[in-house]
């Protein structure tokens, strides 16, 4: 997973509220193996409309999602994060994120920034009246910026360490590697051992 500390880009104002998981990537998506390759899938049933926010090309190139509440809840499936960062996606700001997904999110190096209404409300007129606009994600500071718009999200130190160091679930235990390593050195030969 790639480190992140900031996110600077311009915004899709999907501004929908409880977007379930099945939304962000319907299931017949969830037979490939791979973690790349979902972006198309993205929001799939919504995009067949050709006035879904997501057509219209003032919004091409967006790399932060402006949710309404409750986004990412149903399913576990991995694949709505992995289907947004295919689609070039690196962030959700939203007054509500399902933990489930929340938790997909940060082990995939998507950051779920939660808000209050008015400051997701506010974020949204703005894309909406400059598509231009730039909105700054600060993982480091867990700050939210926009022209005329400054807030900050509640982000754990564990998850804002995982995010700046790039760390998956893999990195995290090699940082124990000697650790385990003198353990498997002290176990009795007859036992499994991690090789």
Request: hydrophobic share 45%.
């Amino acid at each position: 997973m790639e480190p992140v500390r900031n996110i600077v880009g311009r915004a899709l104002p999907l501004a929908r509220a409880d977007v379930d998981t099945d939304q962000i990537i319907p299931s017949h998506w969830l037979k490939r193996l791979e973690r790349t390759g979902y972006g198309p899938g993205l929001f799939e049933a919504w995009r067949k409309d050709p006035a879904f926010v997501l057509n219209d090309p003032r919004y091409r190139g967006a790399t932060v999602l402006l949710a309404g509440a409750n986004f990412g809840g149903g399913s576990s499936r991995e694949h709505a994060v992995w289907a947004l960062l295919d689609a070039g996606f690196r962030a959700v700001i939203a007054p509500r994120v399902a933990d489930i997904f929340r938790n997909n999110a940060l082990r995939n190096g998507f950051v779920p920034v939660e808000v209050d209404a008015d400051t997701v409300a506010s974020l949204v007129a703005a894309v909406r009246l400059d598509p231009a606009t730039t909105i700054t994600i600060d993982v480091e500071h867990a700050t939210v910026q926009a022209p005329g718009v400054r807030a900050t999200f509640a982000l754990d130190e564990f998850s804002r360490t995982r995010l700046i160091g790039g760390l998956d679930d893999i990195a995290l235990t090699l940082r124990h590697e000697q650790d385990i390593a003198a353990y498997e050195e002290k176990r009795p030969e007859w036992l499994p051992r991690v090789r």
